[in-house]
């Protein structure tokens, strides 16, 4: 792989952070601005269809987007909008930089499902990454504490949320072996706007016309992101992307003091690097279990 494409897929990975940032930002204005909860969902997955169909029409055509895979598009559908439901949750109930640390916790979910459900081999290492991460989770959400600087609600629904993103991620294993990026990211965006369409015209009121954009810019950020997230996998090996997504704390912490006036606890900048470094770590151990298996299975072929 040239070192011309690795670069290419870093920049696409830092932009979908930023974009990532941008859009939870903008969610939190939405809802702060009267907006519904199912409104802004609404306008998230609209705008995403309303991307991928363009470039579908204008490159491979919709003849490609044929599946035979509808029921497992149609799980990772209920089981990705529940979890993206979640974490739109804690946007709005935590600070933004609360909400991504918890959100961090994710690769140590995927961890313990990749090995209970997959069967996936995980040693000793990567068991105690994953302890780690959740005694970082605990020094930022302090529950044990007598002043709790976070609301309960929004850790609990931070934490099933990425236990949610992390079992997609183990169903996009399985659905990625026999269908297009395009195909999976079409069918969850069009999939999810039947119960989303029947929430929102449960929900829909008049805004405003600054609020109209604020929830149009929840989409068009969210597809553009989705995007660039996706095409960065094409370009680079998941072990190189993966760990730019830690920068999105970066633009939390300023996105949060710069439209909200509100910077990290002091337990979320004790945590937050010890969640981040198991996080790393268990994406590194993965690498270096797949080049093992691929060598493996390399010098079996020349037996």
């Keep these: 792989m040239s070192q011309d494409r690795i670069l290419l897929a870093v920049a696409l990975r830092l932009t979908s952070v930023a974009l990532f940032a941008m859009m939870s930002a903008t969610i939190k204005l939405a809802q702060q601005g009267g907006a519904h909860l199912a409104e802004i969902l ?23 987007l044929r599946t035979q895979r509808f029921g497992a598009h149609t799980l ?20 933004l930089a609360e909400a ?6 994710m690769p140590i979910f995927a961890t313990v499902l990749g090995a209970l459900v997959l069967k996936e081999p995980t040693g000793w290492r990567r ?29 609990l629904t931070g934490l099933t949320a990425a236990g949610g993103t992390a079992t997609v991620s183990i ?58 997230m996706t095409a960065s996998l094409t370009y680079g090996p998941v ?25 990290p606890a002091p337990a979320t900048w004790i945590g937050a690097p010890v969640i981040i470094l198991s996080g790393l770590y268990i994406v590194w151990r993965e690498h270096v279990r797949r080049r ?3 060598l493996q299975a390399t010098a079996q072929g020349l037996v």
């Design 127 to 155: 068991w105690a990454a994953v302890a780690t991460g959740f005694a970082g989770v605990l020094i930022v959400t302090q529950p044990f504490g007598s002043g709790h600087h976070i609301p309960l609600l929004g850790v």
């Design 171 to 228: 169903l996009l294993r399985t659905i990625g072996r026999t269908e297009k990026t395009l195909t999976t990211v079409f069918w969850f965006s069009t999939l999810s706007l039947v119960p989303l369409g029947i929430a929102y015209a449960m929900t829909a009121q008049a805004h405003t016309a600054a609020m109209w954009a604020t929830l149009i810019a929840v989409g068009l950020l969210g597809g553009v992101a989705q995007l660039a």
């Design 100 to 105: 991504t640390t918890i959100g961090f916790s």
């Design 42 to 64: 609404f306008w998230r997955q609209a705008g995403a269809a309303i991307l991928v169909a363009a470039i579908v029409a204008a490159g491979p055509g919709f003849a490609s």
């Design 239 to 263: 072990s190189t992307v993966v760990p730019m997504d830690y920068t999105s704390l970066m633009w939390a912490t300023l996105l949060g003091w710069l439209l909200f006036d509100r910077l």
């Design 292 to 294: 093992e298996e691929t």
């Design 76 to 95: 990772r559908t209920v089981i990705g909008l529940t979890a993206m439901a979640l974490t739109f949750t804690t946007l709005i109930l935590l600070p």
